[in-house]
């Protein structure tokens, strides 16, 4: 009989591979000691924003990346490693990201991102965040 906790881990990356293969925009964030009630402040914000916050095991964030020919993003998943699943846009995503960051950096910081194709560095993804909305 299989080990189950292999079978979990199984579904939730085809089930995470099975959506970046539909939209493969995507944050990944360092999270270093974020207590419960941070990290669901942090999802309901991202929430608002059509975004979701999948907290990763980096082998499992690897292999993922492995099946999706994204290796280049694989250097990103050290350590613990948070997900960030953008709704339609993911610039409203990125700057609920930064502004979370402001008041918790011990806590939470962006190692980087893969948008349209292109890796982005962490510097890059806060030029993201300070751009202004669409209407401006």
């Given at each position: ?105 011990e806590q939470l910081a962006v190692r980087g991102a893969f948008i349209d194709g292109l890796l982005f560095d962490k510097r890059r993804v806060e030029e ?9």
């Amino acid at each position: 009989m299989p080990n189950v906790g292999r079978l979990v881990k199984e579904a939730a990356v085809k089930e995470l591979s099975e959506r970046l293969s539909q939209r493969p925009d995507f944050l990944v964030t360092a999270i270093r000691r974020l207590p419960a009630v941070e990290a669901d402040s942090l999802r309901q914000k991202l929430f608002t924003s059509q975004a979701r916050l999948v907290m990763i095991k980096r082998t499992l964030g690897k292999r993922m990346m492995d099946q999706l020919n994204l290796s280049s993003v694989t250097e990103l998943f050290e350590g613990a490693a948070g997900l960030v699943l953008p709704g339609e846009e993911i610039l409203p995503a990125a700057k609920v990201i930064v502004e979370f960051i402001k008041t918790h950096e011990e806590q939470l910081a962006v190692r980087g991102a893969f948008i349209d194709g292109l890796l982005f560095d962490k510097r890059r993804v806060e030029e993201l965040a300070s751009l202004p909305p669409k209407p401006v």
